[in-house]
């Protein structure tokens, strides 16, 4: 039934961009009529005929009338780009699904992220929705396949994009070639001497589904800084083929709410698994800091440190931590209820006190409605230096590793850090919550 539903969806969706640019084509000065649905906006367009025969073939047209939707529709043209003679009507309804998205979204609300569309992965059982990685730049791109060239066609249950490549049903490896974060894992899983890793993980066959764990650029560049190398090619073909594969779990679509505890088997050596923290079999830690990009044939989660095979290394001494929670006497000041560790920066219960933070040691700090009160540290200049509700200067900095999920606010004070930080500050009532912040 997912299946037909995508295909009847993304049916609706040809024929609605084919009548916004035959409107925009006829008499770009007559604004679109808003009380049509993007169905008929699609039945009303001579470029999307085949999105609307494949919308009614695949019982998706009314689908898509109950109830507001944001559509991508691909035109008669780029269907000629692809051959759905093969598939299934259940695998046609998929491929229209994946040019849809619950809820409205015009051109001025789209940013580059990860979103779900209607389409669900078949291969696991899971019946997961798929990723779709939105690119807003010059163009708005879609999997770094298909390009918005008609965006904002109104109708009175949501809007159609018109697109000219049909979106088809991505692998592990669209995204990696798509998001520009992953450029030099693209660059080592390509390198000539390694194996077809491409073929393999673009597979829907045994041993898929996957679950990949992408390490971004940041975490190759500092990787190389850590094992003092000048370029990926430095790395020998044997241990970059061992790297490769210790970030792949072969078998298994494995969600964030599902991640194991323990020891956990790859195609290349074992690594432990606690909450979403990685240990290698060197003993670094890695972060996985996004979670459950879904492919058609497995699932990708980032992680901010580049997982190693046993190298030999010494692991880094782990840091002193403490931990704090900062609370709050609503919009009036942050005061700290509570201190474990064997530091004691500041006084308990104290409105806005004066906190002394000691480099080299790492901080986690639960901070008491977050939503309402989100946390920052600043700079004498008052530049924000890690940001609860915005970004910061050193967030992507793999030293200072910040994590910030809800409530947690975790950092280590680096030196780089030590020598910027000032004050704490409320993103909201700047005014009356903040402190200062000395540093040993």
Not at 12 to 34: H, K, N, T, W
């Amino acid at each position: 039934m997912k299946t037909k539903n995508v295909l009847s969806k993304f049916i609706l969706l040809s024929v609605f961009m084919i009548f916004a640019s035959s409107c925009q084509d006829d008499d770009a000065a007559q604004p679109i009529v808003e009380d049509v649905t993007t169905l008929q906006i699609i039945q009303d367009s001579p470029d999307h005929t085949v999105l609307e025969q494949l919308l009614e073939d695949t019982g998706l047209s009314q689908t898509l009338n109950d109830g507001t939707y944001t559509i991508f529709a691909p035109t008669d043209q780029a269907f000629g780009n692809i051959d759905t003679s093969t598939l299934s009507s259940d695998e046609v309804r998929n491929i229209l699904l994946n040019h849809v998205l619950a809820g409205y979204a015009d051109s001025s609300s789209l940013t580059t992220t990860y979103l779900n569309t209607l389409a669900t992965e078949q291969i696991s059982g899971q019946g997961n929705n798929l990723s779709v990685y939105v690119n807003v730049g010059a163009d708005v791109t879609l999997n770094g396949i298909s390009t918005v060239t008609a965006p904002d066609n109104l109708a009175a249950n949501g809007v159609v994009h018109v697109v000219n490549e049909v979106i088809t049903i991505p692998d592990v490896t669209t995204f990696a070639t798509a998001d520009s974060t992953f450029e030099i894992l693209v660059q080592a899983l390509t390198r000539d001497d390694q194996p077809d890793f491409v073929g393999t993980l673009s597979s829907f066959e045994t041993p898929a589904p996957f679950t990949v764990f992408a390490p971004t650029n940041d975490a190759f560049t500092a990787l190389l800084d850590e094992l003092e190398l000048g370029s990926l090619a430095d790395i020998s073909g044997e241990v970059l083929t061992s790297t490769l594969n210790t970030h792949v779990i072969s078998n298994a679509n494995i969600t964030s709410s599902n991640l194991p505890s323990g020891t956990v088997e790859t195609l290349g050596e074992t690594f432990d698994l606690a909450g979403t923290i990685i240990t290698d079999q060197n003993g670094r830690s890695i972060e996985i800091v996004v979670t459950d990009v879904q492919a058609g044939n497995g699932i990708v989660h980032v992680v901010s440190t580049v997982i190693l095979p046993d190298l030999g290394l010494e692991p880094e001494p782990a840091p002193n931590t403490v931990q704090m929670t900062v609370d709050n006497e609503g919009a009036q000041a942050y005061y700290v209820s509570s201190i474990t560790g064997n530091e004691e920066p500041t006084s308990l219960n104290s409105n806005n006190s004066a906190w002394t933070l000691t480099e080299g040691t790492r901080y986690e700090l639960t901070i008491v409605n977050s939503g309402s009160h989100p946390f920052q540290l600043r700079n004498s200049n008052n530049d924000k230096l890690l940001n609860q509700n915005g970004d910061g200067s050193f967030e992507s900095d793999p030293d200072v590793n910040f994590v910030d999920d809800g409530q947690k606010f975790y950092f280590t004070l680096t030196a780089d850090l030590a020598a910027e930080i000032n004050s704490y500050f409320c993103g909201i009532h700047t005014g009356s919550m903040n402190g200062i912040i000395n540093v040993n």
